[in-house]
């Protein structure tokens, strides 16, 4: 079965950085593009970042560009996410997933952003 298993999160205050991992098993890692999500507390879930299988084109939102970096090992089948400069409104529970819509995700790890 697809299973992912996110964590890194943490508290942080504002300005602060996390590094998110995310440790993908039962699906064929190598060709899978792979997405980072978030969902705050009474919103939608958000697709903030995005990368090909061979990890040379990378997607963020507008959310997070210019803030984050996102990475893979294919090796170990890890997803990475980078988070700086993090703002309150960075607060989330945050996902990884290979579908578009973040259908199918792990249980997250919780990054919470406050002074």
């Known amino acids: 079965a697809v299973q992912f298993e996110e964590s890194g999160g943490g508290l942080v205050q504002p300005g602060g950085s996390l590094s998110l991992t995310c440790v993908a098993s039962?699906?064929?890692?190598?060709?899978?593009?792979m997405y980072w999500f978030r969902q705050a507390p009474g919103k939608d879930l958000e697709r903030v970042a995005g990368?090909?299988?061979?990890?040379?084109?990378?997607y963020y939102a507008d959310s997070l560009k210019g803030r984050s970096t996102i990475s893979r090992n294919n090796v170990q089948k890890r997803l990475y996410l980078t988070l700086n400069d993090l703002k309150p409104e960075d607060t989330a529970m945050y996902y990884c997933?290979?579908?578009?819509?973040?259908?199918?995700r792990g249980r997250g790890t919780q990054v919470t952003v406050s002074s």
């Open positions: 997933a290979k579908d578009y819509v973040g259908a199918t």
């Open positions: 039962g699906f064929d890692f190598t060709l899978s593009y």
């Open positions: 990368l090909n299988a061979e990890g040379s084109i990378p």
